[in-house]
């Protein structure tokens, strides 16, 4: 079975901290997914990366940025966090860009106050 | 820009009854997933539908891709608390493997 992990659970952090959020899959995808969930808005992309030291730009990059030094992990950063980015982050992974089914992580709830 | 519509939003329903979900577009994808997913952790997927007019069965759900591959149903039957969560359907389209999600339908089966 794939297994995605995420590092934390939980988190609060106040405003203006940067903040890691990694994620690391055991099955060798080459793609790597990051969104965010918020009520009323679904999922929605942030970054993904289809290689290693790779990245795209999702639909909200903005706040947001990414690294990917190994294939099996994918670290999401907010440079300055701000309360606006209190959500769950959930991060994803894929076989290759052939194959697009996602398998996710737990999620982290992120609350910034 | 692709969008993909679920209906409903929300379902509440009792235990035995039988349900439909809708995800609705006007764009072809080349594939459609569906995820279920229990509070507090992440979508996991349920099924992937490639072909037009597919059908796919797990167990008491059944999962249909639309002849044009615009759309996607999802029936259960003889629903159980178990299926409780949140229904989301996602949509395959490009060369980079991403996905557009629908927002989801939130089901709640009461014993």
């Known amino acids: 079975d794939v297994k995605v992990t995420q590092s934390s659970r939980y988190l609060v952090k106040r405003t203006g901290e940067k903040v890691f959020l990694e994620c690391v899959q055991d099955?060798?995808?080459?793609?790597m997914f990051w969104y965010r969930q918020d009520p009323g808005l679904g999922l929605r992309l942030i970054y993904f990366?289809?290689?290693?030291?790779?990245?795209e730009k999702g639909d909200i990059p903005e706040g947001y940025s990414v690294s990917r030094e190994k294939k099996e992990r994918f670290s999401l950063i907010l440079e300055s966090a701000s309360t606006n980015q209190t959500s769950m982050y959930l991060c994803a992974s894929s076989l290759d860009r052939q194959l697009d089914e996602q398998y996710f992580g737990p999620g982290t709830r992120l609350t910034v106050t | 820009t692709q969008l993909l519509e679920q209906s409903p939003q929300f379902l509440s329903i009792q235990e035995g009854e039988n349900l439909t979900v809708y995800c609705n577009s006007s764009?072809?994808?080349?594939?459609l997933q569906w995820y279920r997913q229990e509070p507090g952790e992440g979508p996991v997927l349920l099924v992937t539908v490639v072909t037009g007019g597919e059908v796919k069965k797990l167990k008491r759900l059944t999962f249909q891709f639309g002849d044009a591959r615009k759309d996607s149903s999802l029936h259960i039957t003889a629903a159980q608390p178990g299926d409780t969560g949140l229904y989301l359907c996602?949509?395959?389209?490009?060369?980079?493997?991403?996905?557009?999600f629908g927002k989801g339908t939130k089901l709640s089966v009461k014993p």
């Open positions: 990366s289809y290689d290693v030291k790779m990245k």
């Open positions: 099955m060798d995808h080459e793609n």
């Open positions: 996602a949509g395959a389209w490009g060369s980079q493997g991403n996905l557009i």
């Open positions: 764009s072809v994808f080349s594939s």
